[in-house]
């Protein structure tokens, strides 16, 4: 059984930083497809950052050139780091694991921008 468990939600002011985390247990992520999701509220969730396992990235154009996904293969984490936080990024946010047909999530982390 995957395990994912999501870190590094708050409250920040517009303009701000926060760091996101997610720690796997019971898979590695180096061999998986990693994201972040995020659902704000009325909304659907929808995709914000990706890495695979051969480390490439995919971006939502909402977030590109202020978000960056990485991966500790050691420490067998995802992070997902938010630069230039605006209002329209207050969602919840929840970590995905991904590999041959088999999809895990995390419980979600809130995030909250003021403006």
């Known amino acids: 059984q995957v395990q994912l468990v999501e870190s590094g939600g708050g409250l920040v002011q517009a303009g701000g930083s926060l760091r996101l985390s997610c720690a796997v247990s019971g898979s590695i992520v180096s061999i998986s497809t990693m994201g972040w999701y995020r659902q704000a509220p009325g909304k659907q969730r929808e995709l914000v950052a990706l890495?695979?396992?051969?480390?490439?990235?995919n971006y939502a154009d909402s977030v590109k050139g202020r978000f960056t996904i990485s991966r500790d293969n050691a420490k067998n984490t995802v992070y997902l780091q938010m630069n230039s936080l605006k209002p329209e990024d207050t969602a919840v946010y929840y970590c995905?694991?991904?590999?041959?047909?088999?999809?895990?999530w995390g419980q979600g982390t809130q995030v909250t921008v003021s403006s």
């Open positions: 890495i695979t396992s051969g480390g490439s990235t």
């Open positions: 995905n694991w991904h590999w041959a047909g088999l999809n895990y």
